[in-house]
């Protein structure tokens, strides 16, 4: 498929092909190819992709995957009625993990000082409206089972365990809202770009690229918990210190504001992970799915007192100075 995409739609020969993540990829002359297929993208948010990839590849960031023009000038293809758009990287390097954080700043603050506004991939301010919105078809599931025999273990655990996890969630956007109400954002709380689900993956790998169909425009809070979120779960006895060093690398950029502090707050207690491992049970078709979610689940609500300690003392295990920040704690855990 990305021979014959390249060489008719983009006059590139392919050297060698590759994969970068669940991609096909190719070299040609030393630089990266990379063949994203994009559905039925509207070409409003193909446009604003591809500027404000532009934009941060020209301020510095050459990491950034730029999308490639096709012979007929467009910057997508079609080919046996799918949409493709081809991503080039001229620097074919692996991801040195070392001061992440430090990374992650600048590539915020670079983010930043996108010269437009945002429309499209925007997700400032719709945290509360998405919350609610999933919680409440969630809450409505469990409603219409409440009357109904529970026909397996895993219907027996979402029954017992959701009215706890409905009111953690509860908690986490009357933190947001509160946030909101109380607290006035600074510099370092304007919309930049971020990650749907920023972790210690997203640029490891064989290639060091920064793909722009990832990216989303949010506050910085929420790459900063998504990541916190996934190094917590990888192990929870041992995240202490990389937590504590990955918000100091950060800082060393910008520092993070109360309100920022707040956000990432408010985000790491909303209780993503249930709420995730609940939705893909009850969609999924494969029995072998089913068994791995259930077995996520019980871990899961095993680990609940594990978490809550967690949440408990994330500000102190960041050094986030409460008292002088007037941070609001939450005082059930």
């Given at each position: 498929?990305?021979?014959?995409?390249?060489?008719?739609?983009?006059?590139?020969?392919?050297?060698?092909?590759?994969?970068?993540?669940?991609?096909?990829?190719?070299?040609?002359?030393?630089?990266?190819?990379?063949?994203?297929?994009?559905?039925?993208?509207?070409?409003?948010?193909?446009?604003?992709?591809?500027?404000?990839?532009?934009?941060?590849?020209?301020?510095g960031d050459k990491h950034v995957s730029m999308l490639l023009e096709s012979k007929e000038g467009s910057k997508h293809t079609?080919m046996n009625e799918q949409l493709y758009c081809v991503l080039m990287n001229e620097r074919l390097r692996p991801f040195q993990?070392?001061?992440?954080?430090?990374?992650?700043?600048?590539?915020?603050?670079?983010?930043?000082?996108?010269?437009?506004?945002?429309?499209?991939?925007?997700?400032?301010?719709?945290?509360?409206?998405?919350?609610?919105?999933?919680?409440?078809?969630?809450?409505?599931?469990?409603?219409?089972?409440?009357?109904?025999?529970?026909?397996?273990?895993?219907?027996?655990?979402?029954?017992?365990?959701?009215?706890?996890?409905?009111?953690?969630?509860?908690?986490?956007?009357?933190?947001?809202?509160?946030?909101?109400?109380?607290?006035?954002?600074?510099?370092?709380?304007?919309?930049?770009?971020?990650?749907?689900?920023?972790?210690?993956?997203?640029?490891?790998?064989?290639?060091?690229?920064?793909?722009?169909?990832?990216?989303?425009?949010?506050?910085?809070?929420?790459?900063?918990?998504?990541?916190?979120?996934?190094?917590?779960?990888?192990?929870?006895?041992?995240?202490?210190?990389?937590?504590?060093?990955?918000?100091?690398?950060?800082?060393?950029?910008?520092?993070?504001?109360?309100?920022?502090?707040?956000?990432?707050?408010?985000?790491?207690?909303?209780?993503?992970?249930?709420?995730?491992?609940?939705?893909?049970?009850?969609?999924?078709?494969?029995?072998?799915?089913?068994?791995?979610?259930?077995?996520?689940?019980?871990?899961?609500?095993?680990?609940?007192?594990?978490?809550?300690?967690?949440?408990?003392?994330?500000?102190?295990?960041?050094?986030?100075?409460?008292?002088?920040?007037?941070?609001?704690?939450?005082?059930?855990?």
């Open positions: 498929m990305i021979k014959k995409i390249l060489s008719t739609k983009y006059g590139i020969d392919v050297e060698e092909e590759t994969r970068v993540g669940h991609y096909e990829a190719c070299i040609s002359k030393g630089k990266l190819y990379t063949i994203v297929p994009v559905g039925n993208i509207e070409e409003e948010e193909l446009t604003e992709r591809d500027q404000i990839a532009a934009h941060i590849y020209q301020i079609e993990s070392r001061k992440l954080g430090r990374k992650l700043g600048k590539f915020h603050f670079r983010g930043r000082t996108v010269p437009f506004g945002v429309q499209k991939i925007s997700r400032m301010g719709q945290w509360k409206s998405m919350w609610e919105q999933r919680l409440g078809q969630l809450e409505g599931f469990w409603n219409s089972m409440l009357y109904k025999q529970p026909e397996s273990e895993f219907d027996q655990l979402f029954l017992e365990s959701f009215p706890y996890y409905m009111g953690i969630a509860e908690n986490a956007i009357q933190y947001l809202v509160d946030t909101e109400l109380d607290d006035d954002p600074t510099a370092v709380d304007s919309g930049t770009i971020c990650y749907n689900r920023f972790t210690k993956d997203t640029w490891a790998g064989e290639y060091y690229i920064k793909n722009p169909f990832d990216w989303v425009f949010d506050h910085c809070g929420r790459d900063l918990a998504e990541w916190t979120r996934d190094r917590y779960f990888r192990n929870i006895k041992t995240y202490h210190r990389e937590v504590k060093t990955f918000y100091e690398e950060y800082q060393s950029v910008m520092p993070l504001s109360s309100f920022a502090w707040r956000l990432i707050y408010a985000r790491l207690l909303f209780p993503i992970h249930y709420v995730e491992c609940i939705e893909n049970y009850y969609s999924a078709i494969q029995e072998a799915d089913r068994l791995f979610l259930e077995e996520r689940l019980k871990k899961m609500l095993s680990q609940s007192r594990d978490l809550e300690i967690f949440l408990k003392e994330f500000y102190d295990n960041t050094e986030v100075p409460v008292k002088t920040l007037k941070i609001p704690i939450v005082s059930w855990l």
